[in-house]
């Protein structure tokens, strides 16, 4: 009876994949992951395969870490369940609460706990709203984000994600959303501009844009530190100071979207520090508890929680909160993933391996179909282009980024294309030999990729 079934005798049809054309993956059938370990996951047919972007930028300590096993199963035990409802709360919410505000790169008040990372960004949004009330500037909420964001799904932050497949058949209720520029140097910067001078600019267009909307409604600037499903974008050089210098001129708070680049991921605990940015929100998930259970943090400093707990008080509760926020389970999860990032040194890792993966990127630069590589840390990409000279994108039919990722897949490496920029964030714990082979196997996929559209 508990016989494993395969694929084919299952009803795998059940499943509505998020992220794909369903159309065509009904012909194409879903990739069944049965388990892993360490950097490594096995498919049904017991095949095995680099996770080079750590399932979702998630499992930094890699698979089959028996701690994190132990501390979700000890927890079960003692308290599978509570919530974090009125004054109400749990041993493992504020031993992980107490942890993350000690780690906070700027003075941090107060952490929210959720589920996701989408939940995480819509708190965020709800604050903003929250303190615009109490601080008696009912029109101070409208919020900048960037062409490219990725900051969740939920009705609210889909309307924050500049990405048009989230909501191109439908509209968003969510009008006080301002787009500003994705800050891409090799795609949008001008012939001979510097990357500081791009910044520059872009700081300036970024107070035109406040100014044209004025600073009387303009609340809040969210950013990910590196943009993840935008493309792996890396921001030019003096960008995040130049930017919260306007952000501060006109008192404009900034919501650094931590979810992929926190917790080790540039190379620093948090992508803030790597980046110079000063921010008054941050939000965690993913590797705040290495994908293993689900959970999400907010953290706020006085400046957004101080007006918020005052309008509270006027209207008498909080009333923001999710049954699965701060699940104790994945609190408990969370807190031993932050004492092994200690113990083991996460970061004495990562800057031990970050070059072997940048520099190992960067030799794909001759590569003929590559036009820019890019990366800091453990996440980098790589930009795939018709023409080298002119950066002239491939037609999108051909699907070349599709393409290289199957290939790869056939070489035994799961990577993701955000069109045709192949992205790499592999568990925190890889080695250099480890990112050499992953490597070895994408420039086999890229070569066969090139030879098919130069016969073809
Ligand atoms: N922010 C960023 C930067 C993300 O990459 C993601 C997820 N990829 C989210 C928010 C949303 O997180 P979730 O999928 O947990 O809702």
Redesign the pocket.
């Known amino acids: 009876r508990a016989r494993n079934r395969t694929t084919a005798e299952r009803d795998v049809d059940s499943v509505l994949h998020p992220y794909t054309n369903l159309i065509r993956h009904q012909e194409v059938g879903p990739l069944v992951i049965t388990h892993g370990k360490g950097v490594k996951v096995f498919d049904e047919a017991g095949r095995d395969y680099f996770e080079g972007l750590a399932g979702?930028?998630c499992t930094s300590l890699g698979w089959g870490e028996e701690r994190l096993v132990e501390a979700a199963a000890a927890q079960m035990r003692k308290l599978p369940f509570y919530h974090l409802f009125s004054h109400k709360t749990h041993d493992p919410a504020v031993e992980l609460c107490e942890r993350l505000l000690a780690m906070a790169p700027v003075p941090m008040s107060k952490v929210f706990l959720a589920g996701?990372?989408?939940?995480a960004?819509d708190t965020a949004l709800k604050l903003i709203r929250y303190r615009a009330h109490a601080l008696g500037q009912p029109n101070k909420i409208k919020v900048i984000a960037r062409d490219k964001a990725?900051?969740?799904?939920t009705v609210a932050?889909a309307a924050l994600t500049g990405l048009p497949n989230n909501h191109r058949s439908f509209g968003l209720p969510v009008d006080e959303v301002i787009r500003a520029a994705c800050p891409h140097h090799y795609r949008f910067a001008r012939p001979d501009e510097s990357e500081e001078a791009y910044s520059s600019r872009l700081a300036t267009e970024l107070e035109a844009q406040i100014l044209k909307e004025g600073p009387d409604t303009v609340a809040a600037f969210f950013a990910?530190p590196v943009m993840?499903?935008g493309g792996v974008i890396v921001p030019p050089a003096g960008y995040f100071p130049k930017i919260q210098a306007v952000l501060d001129k006109y008192d404009v708070l900034l919501v650094a979207?931590e979810?992929?680049c926190g917790f080790g991921r540039t190379g620093k605990m948090f992508g803030t520090e790597t980046f110079g940015i000063r921010p008054d929100m941050m939000?965690l998930?993913?590797g705040l508890s290495s994908g293993y259970a689900p959970i999400?943090a907010l953290m706020v400093n006085q400046r957004v929680y101080g007006p918020v707990a005052e309008e509270s008080g006027r209207i008498g509760v909080f009333g923001h909160g999710y049954t699965y926020g701060g699940h104790p389970v994945s609190a408990a999860v969370a807190v031993e993933t932050l004492k092994i990032y200690a113990e083991r040194d996460i970061l004495a890792q990562v800057n031990a391996v970050a070059p072997v993966l940048q520099d190992g990127l960067a030799a794909f630069r001759g590569h003929p179909l590559v036009g820019e590589t890019r990366g800091v840390g453990l996440i980098g990409a790589v930009e795939l282009v018709a023409d080298k000279a002119s950066k002239a994108p491939f037609d999108a039919a051909l699907g070349i980024g599709a393409r290289v990722v199957a290939k790869a897949q056939a070489h035994g490496v799961i990577l993701r294309a955000m069109g045709d920029t192949v992205a790499f964030a592999p568990p925190l714990i890889i080695s250099a030999e480890e990112i050499r082979d992953l490597l070895r196997r994408f420039g086999q996929a890229l070569d066969e990729a090139h030879g098919e559209i130069t016969r073809a």
Request: net charge negative.
């Open positions: 979702l930028w996701s990372g989408s939940e960004n990725y900051h969740g799904v932050t990910e993840g499903a979207d979810v992929i939000t998930a993913k999400s």
